[in-house]
């Protein structure tokens, strides 16, 4: 026996991870034991003898119920590359248009505006899309989209406000060629151009906005300022705040605000953007992440104390969600980090089929089909997030239509490294997709490798976050009571 599984422990429990069963079961410490031998030595059959009476009923039911399978993967290759011609053609359900290149902030994290000679990603510039690529970018869209009676369209910069012309353009056209089809706008910008003009436009086309704003003055106007070194944030505050209103019933739906936070400010600090009764008020929703340092040359350097704050209050956040803590407030960003993982705990109590013997890991999407990218050129990219600069994520444009042999080559970026992707653990709940496996100059073995390393760490934490959860009532609920 051979399993393919993995094993980890809690200070207080033993766990196995199924690969081919998606789930995770509490074992006994000799149980483990035998099981970690069984990956060494697969013809382990002489240890069985050693098992206690009720080690080896735990394992007969085990191998009963179908776990520890030693099924796996025998070729890459993901189960769209067979219909991608007609996924591409037919279904896709958004297109983001890059309307400038252009941007009147430099943002401390933002790899658009800190780097030097296009060495990560492109510079920031004053191109702009025209507008006959902007319509026949729509033109596509319009038989790229057949079989979708629900699609998306939207604006990306830069700051998309610096073109905001070409944006009402679009707009009417697509409301024009577009008839029977729900089209939904949307937009992130800085929140810097929004005049009463075009906050009447967004709200009468009932766009979706996202307005970046990272904390309180002090901590937004050191991350993202204007070109003369000054703050944005009063603007932004501004602007977020007519919107609501113009918006108004509509405002919690359609409106976000997009937190990056820097490790390297003072977390405690950032919290201080809840002084404002509004971002309390749930006119507006939160999303937050965690600024990256992959496409910037110089590293962002996290502050000694950002972590120790960060985790305490994110531990502090899921006691609360768990139930361990009551009569306790907890600021929304940590709530929004704990919502997030608890939210990748739901998988492990459901019924999974064996892997196929043909089949890919879970970070590639159909390149193009949730958001196909177009630039301000008239370049086809999977999604915004790719490094532009690569030729390897570019996969058709507006005149040409698509290119399938890239996109396919995109959507089976785990054949480039398929040996290591047929033994991963971490297979179904893979991350890495090509704009994780790019170095700049293409797809790169070595930097997809080391996206592996951090795609594993990410996903251990979130098999101890799943021994958490069994055990809140099992052992810490109790040692609580007692």
Same mark, same amino acid.
């Given at each position: 026996?051979?399993?393919?599984?993995?094993?980890?422990?809690?200070?207080?429990?033993?766990?196995?991870?199924?690969?081919?069963?998606?789930?995770?079961?509490?074992?006994?410490?000799?149980?483990?034991?035998?099981?970690?031998?069984?990956?060494?030595?697969?013809?382990?059959?002489?240890?069985?003898?050693?098992?206690?009476?009720?080690?080896?009923?735990?394992?007969?039911?085990?191998?009963?119920?179908?776990?520890?399978?030693?099924?796996?993967?025998?070729?890459?290759?993901?189960?769209?590359?067979? $219909?991608?011609?007609?996924?591409?053609?037919?279904?896709?359900?958004?297109?983001?248009?890059?309307?400038?290149?252009?941007?009147?902030?430099?943002?401390?994290?933002?790899?658009?505006?800190?780097?030097?000679?296009?060495?990560?990603?492109?510079?920031?510039?004053?191109?702009?899309?025209?507008?006959?690529?902007?319509?026949?970018?729509?033109?596509?869209?319009? @038989?790229?989209?057949?079989?979708?009676?629900?699609?998306?369209?939207? /604006?990306?910069?830069?700051?998309?406000?610096?073109?905001?012309?070409?944006?009402?353009?679009?707009?009417?056209?697509?409301?024009?060629?577009?008839?029977?089809?729900?089209?939904?706008?949307?937009?992130?910008?800085?929140?810097?151009?929004?005049?009463?003009?075009?906050?009447?436009?967004?709200?009468?086309?009932?766009?979706? =906005?996202?307005?970046?704003? @990272?904390?309180?003055?002090?901590?937004? $106007?050191?991350?993202?300022?204007?070109?003369?070194?000054?703050?944005?944030?009063?603007?932004?505050?501004?602007?977020?705040?007519?919107?609501?209103?113009?918006?108004?019933?509509?405002?919690?739906?359609?409106?976000?605000?997009?937190?990056?936070?820097?490790?390297?400010?003072?977390?405690?600090?950032?919290?201080?953007?809840?002084?404002?009764?509004?971002?309390?008020?749930?006119?507006?929703?939160?999303?937050?992440?965690?600024?990256?340092?992959?496409?910037?040359?110089?590293?962002?350097?996290?502050?000694?104390?950002?972590?120790?704050?960060?985790?305490?209050?994110?531990?502090?956040?899921? =006691?609360?969600?768990?139930?361990?803590?009551? $009569?306790?407030?907890?600021?929304?960003?940590?709530?929004?980090?704990?919502?997030?993982?608890?939210?990748?705990?739901?998988?492990?109590?459901?019924?999974?089929?064996?892997?196929?013997?043909?089949?890919?890991?879970?970070?590639?999407?159909?390149?193009?089909?949730?958001?196909?990218?177009?630039?301000?050129?008239?370049?086809?990219?999977?999604?915004?997030?790719?490094?532009?600069?690569?030729?390897?994520?570019?996969?058709?444009?507006?005149?040409?239509? /698509?290119?399938?042999?890239?996109?396919?080559?995109?959507?089976?970026?785990?054949?480039?490294?398929?040996?290591?992707?047929?033994?991963?653990?971490?297979?179904?709940?893979?991350?890495?997709?090509?704009?994780?496996?790019?170095?700049?100059?293409?797809?790169?073995?070595?930097?997809?490798?080391?996206?592996?390393?951090?795609?594993?760490?990410? /996903?251990?934490?979130?098999?101890?976050?799943?021994?958490?959860?069994?055990?809140?009532?099992?052992?810490?609920?109790?040692?609580?009571?007692?």
């Amino acid at each position: 026996m051979n399993p393919y599984i993995h094993l980890f422990r809690s200070p207080n429990r033993c766990y196995v991870y199924d690969v081919n069963k998606d789930s995770v079961l509490t074992v006994s410490d000799s149980l483990y034991a035998y099981l970690e031998a069984c990956k060494d030595v697969p013809d382990n059959t002489d240890s069985i003898e050693e098992l206690g009476h009720e080690d080896r009923e735990a394992l007969r039911s085990m191998l009963e119920a179908g776990y520890l399978s030693d099924h796996r993967v025998e070729r890459i290759e993901h189960f769209h590359s067979s $219909d991608l011609d007609f996924q591409l053609h037919n279904r896709i359900n958004e297109m983001v248009l890059q309307v400038t290149q252009a941007c009147n902030l430099v943002c401390s994290y933002c790899p658009f505006a800190n780097k030097t000679d296009d060495a990560y990603q492109r510079n920031h510039s004053s191109k702009r899309m025209t507008w006959e690529t902007a319509k026949k970018s729509i033109d596509l869209f319009v @038989d790229y989209s057949a079989e979708m009676e629900e699609v998306g369209i939207g /604006f990306y910069g830069g700051e998309p406000f610096l073109n905001f012309g070409l944006i009402r353009q679009v707009v009417t056209y697509a409301d024009q060629v577009m008839v029977g089809k729900k089209i939904t706008y949307s937009l992130t910008t800085n929140g810097t151009m929004l005049t009463d003009e075009i906050i009447a436009f967004l709200a009468e086309h009932n766009f979706k =906005m996202m307005v970046s704003i @990272d904390g309180p003055a002090s901590i937004h $106007d050191i991350n993202r300022r204007k070109a003369d070194g000054s703050g944005s944030y009063h603007q932004a505050v501004s602007s977020l705040k007519k919107l609501s209103a113009a918006f108004g019933e509509r405002s919690y739906e359609r409106l976000m605000i997009n937190t990056v936070v820097n490790p390297e400010t003072d977390f405690d600090e950032v919290l201080h953007l809840f002084d404002d009764p509004f971002f309390l008020a749930k006119k507006v929703r939160i999303a937050v992440t965690l600024a990256s340092d992959d496409k910037l040359e110089k590293p962002l350097e996290s502050r000694d104390d950002f972590f120790e704050k960060f985790n305490y209050n994110r531990f502090v956040s899921m =006691m609360k969600l768990l139930g361990v803590l009551k $009569d306790i407030e907890i600021d929304p960003i940590s709530e929004q980090f704990i919502l997030l993982l608890l939210d990748k705990t739901t998988w492990d109590d459901k019924e999974t089929p064996l892997l196929g013997s043909v089949s890919a890991p879970a970070g590639p999407c159909i390149p193009g089909q949730r958001k196909l990218f177009v630039n301000a050129d008239g370049i086809f990219y999977p999604c915004e997030r790719v490094n532009e600069l690569s030729e390897d994520v570019q996969m058709g444009n507006v005149t040409d239509g /698509f290119d399938l042999k890239k996109a396919d080559r995109i959507l089976n970026i785990a054949q480039l490294t398929e040996n290591e992707c047929k033994k991963c653990y971490a297979f179904r709940h893979c991350s890495i997709c090509a704009v994780t496996a790019s170095d700049g100059n293409g797809f790169s073995v070595a930097q997809k490798l080391r996206r592996c390393i951090k795609v594993k760490s990410k /996903f251990n934490n979130t098999l101890r976050l799943i021994a958490l959860k069994k055990e809140i009532d099992t052992v810490y609920k109790r040692n609580l009571i007692l």
